[in-house]
């Protein structure tokens, strides 16, 4: 009789608005407090998997942009007296990618998951939080697809043209991720002005809220909810 696995338990937190540097030291404390138990039970996987809470964190943040380590700085087209003026901040961080925006109306979604739990393959990681997005997507008639060579959630729009609605970036340590993604639900897509988003010039590539998808107002609790529900049939976690 073969040995039944447990399932990977994944605690779900809303952590609301909070600044940027805040969520990012929490994620970092978590993760170091996820390092420790894993190496205590870095012989046992059953008692790992049995052990080891991953987190899905929700939040939103102020106007703040971040790099990624393999951007350029080059692609934020503000200066540190231009930030101060429309009130944004700006940090340099260990995700992957490049230059994005996190403001008001967005669904940030930061994946605290030890992948020795699910399934240790950094390529099936970004896929899943892709289909996860693109699942709930399609509850607002709203059609999500991938571009090969781009990471993230896009839509098609007319003319041969595409616009990214999610941006995704994460880092890994050990096969614990930091990060996740960014939905852009009610955002103020003004502020995408002042960078080059994810560093993607093309002409026909662009970003997108969902409310301008749907022309109408999308509640944040419900995508948070909807996003509950598919993350786990997704990722098979309690």
């Not at 605290?112 to 509850?139: A, K, N, T």
Request: aromatic share 10%; net charge negative; proline share 3%.
């Amino acid at each position: 009789m073969s040995e039944v696995v447990p399932k990977p338990k994944v605690m779900i937190e809303d952590w609301g608005m909070v600044s940027y540097a805040d969520a990012w030291e929490r994620q970092r404390h978590i993760h170091r407090e996820m390092m420790e138990l894993k190496l205590q039970y870095r012989d046992n996987m059953a008692e790992l998997i049995t052990h080891q809470v991953s987190r899905l964190v929700f939040c939103e943040h102020p106007h703040v942009y971040t790099l990624g380590k393999s951007g350029s700085e080059d692609h934020l087209r503000l200066d540190e007296e231009a930030l101060v003026q429309i009130g944004a901040e700006f940090f340099k961080i260990n995700r992957g990618g490049d230059i994005t925006y996190h403001g008001p109306g967005q669904v940030v979604g930061y994946f605290l998951f030890d992948l020795d739990c699910f399934r240790p393959d950094v390529h099936w990681f970004i896929r899943s939080i892709e289909e996860g997005i693109i699942r709930m997507l399609q509850e607002y008639q709203i059609t999500g697809i991938r571009l090969p060579s781009f990471t993230g959630v896009w839509t098609d729009l007319p003319e041969g043209r595409y616009a990214k609605v999610c941006a995704i970036g994460v880092h890994l340590s050990r096969w614990i991720s930091m990060h996740g993604f960014a939905l852009n639900v009610a955002t103020e897509m003004s502020y995408f002005d002042h960078i080059i988003p994810c560093g993607i010039q093309d002409s026909n590539k662009e970003v997108i809220s969902m409310e301008k998808l749907t022309g109408g107002d999308v509640n944040r609790d419900i995508v948070i909810s909807r996003l509950h529900d598919i993350f786990g049939k997704v990722f098979g976690f309690n």
